[in-house]
């Protein structure tokens, strides 16, 4: 299906065991990011990428891992989870980063990525 | 800092009008969104302002002030399906997005 899809879309977990989240999308885009989304707080980007194998720090990046090896594919890896990162995490690709407005900065976001930590 | 302040939430009626503000103080503006949410579901795209004044699309239009730091997104004949949450972001110099912490919206009959 075209689209961008995340999994788990549901993940439980305990304090100090790895989880990966899931991303993948089918339109090429070139950029990728990954948000988290708590109560009181607008979406806060964790890490974005512009390309495959290039990866960059947003706001909130401590205790989280990317790569990109391939365009279609941006895992999210937490190495230890702490409580802290119980939340909604969102992908969200767009066609570019920067430059003039033509729709290509529109944000298109994926279902999210409910992540409890006991 | 860069900070965008939105109402945390509004009630509005069927069939009614409703405004919603968003004040920012961002380095630098590269464009301001607008995104609506419904509950457990992503962000979709309603619109882009960078130039000031009001853009209208269909039901829902999204006006601009640069100088004062300020839009609205005005949703008009309002459904029971506009009840969500509304997101504003806005692009600083160095193109990030700093996004508000939404304005949920409850529509009642």
């Known amino acids: 299906d075209a689209g961008i899809t995340q999994s788990p879309r549901y993940k439980i977990t305990e304090t100090g065991r790895q989880v990966t989240l899931m991303c993948h999308q089918t339109?090429?885009?070139?950029?990728m990011f990954w948000y988290r989304q708590d109560l009181g707080h607008g979406l806060r980007l964790i890490y974005y990428s512009a390309a495959a194998d290039i990866t960059d720090k947003g706001e909130v990046p401590d205790g989280y891992v990317v790569s990109r090896s391939k365009t279609e594919n941006f895992p999210l890896t937490l190495e230890s989870a702490t409580r802290s990162q119980t939340s909604v995490y969102f992908c969200?690709?767009?066609?570019?980063?920067?430059?003039?407005?033509?729709?290509?900065?529109?944000?298109?976001f994926g279902a999210g990525s409910r992540l409890t930590v006991l | 800092g860069q900070n965008i302040d939105q109402p945390t939430e509004m009630t509005a009626t069927e069939g009614a009008i409703v405004q919603i503000n968003c004040t920012y103080q961002t380095s630098g503006f590269n464009g301001l969104f607008w995104y609506q949410q419904h509950a457990g579901e992503a962000p979709t795209f309603l619109s882009y302002?960078?130039l000031d004044g009001l853009e209208e699309k269909g039901r829902f239009s999204s006006f601009l002030s640069r100088s004062k730091g300020y839009s609205y997104l005005l949703l008009k004949e309002l459904q029971m399906k506009d009840s969500a949450s509304y997101l504003c972001a806005v692009m600083d110099s160095n193109y990030q997005l700093i996004w508000g912490a939404g304005t949920k919206l409850i529509i009642k009959p």
């Open positions: 339109w090429s885009h070139s950029y």
């Open positions: 969200a690709s767009s066609d570019s980063g920067t430059g003039g407005f033509s729709g290509a900065n529109v944000l298109t």
């Open positions: 302002n960078v």
